[in-house]
């Protein structure tokens, strides 16, 4: 009786497991990267309904099994469903591959800008306000406002809220 319980559980959570895999695979295998990446459609109706973990992977899974035009973009908005889920480790990495030094030292306005942005946010995430502040001073100091820095601002104003909230 044991083992067929058991046998029931296991074959049971397979067969969950397999749905929600091919239900991943129908957003990903059949959609390009402009209808993935709509606000009517994927991992955004996931976000919208707060399901931050479950956006993420679908993001990932797109980026491993499709070729996105816009791998840059895609990783950011990954980073930030991780953050949303307060999986700082994961939104980190997803982060990082959005931007190099190289924009800093060789890029124009918008590179060196988004450098800033990113750095910011991952200070923001590392509770380095310091940092967060620093860059954010730089920036006004360097280059024009835009919505990134009130981004920025905004988060160095909610600090020690999540990044959900803060956001």
Not at 3 to 11: D, G, I, K, S
Not at 24 to 37: E, K, P, R, S
Not at 45 to 63: D, G, R, T
Not at 132 to 137: D, Q
Request: with cysteine; glycine share 2%; charged share 25%.
């Amino acid at each position: 009786m044991k083992f067929f319980l058991t046998f029931l559980f296991v074959f049971s959570s397979l067969i969950s497991l397999s749905q929600k895999y091919n239900d991943l695979n129908h957003y990903t295998l059949f959609y390009n990267q402009d209808t993935f990446d709509s606000d009517t459609c994927c991992w955004r109706q996931l976000s919208n309904n707060k399901k931050y973990i479950e956006a993420a992977n679908l993001i990932v899974l797109y980026l491993k099994t499709e070729k996105p035009v816009n791998r840059h973009s895609l990783n950011w908005h990954c980073g930030q469903m991780f953050a949303m889920a307060h999986s700082d480790k994961l939104a980190k990495k997803y982060f990082k591959r959005t931007y190099s030094i190289f924009y800093k030292w060789f890029g124009d306005t918008d590179a060196k800008t988004w450098y800033y942005y990113v750095k910011g946010t991952i200070a923001f995430i590392d509770n380095d306000k310091k940092k967060l502040e620093s860059i954010i001073h730089t920036w006004k100091n360097k280059y024009p406002p835009d919505n990134n820095l009130e981004t920025l601002i905004r988060l160095n104003k909610n600090w020690g809220i999540s990044y959900e909230q803060a956001y």
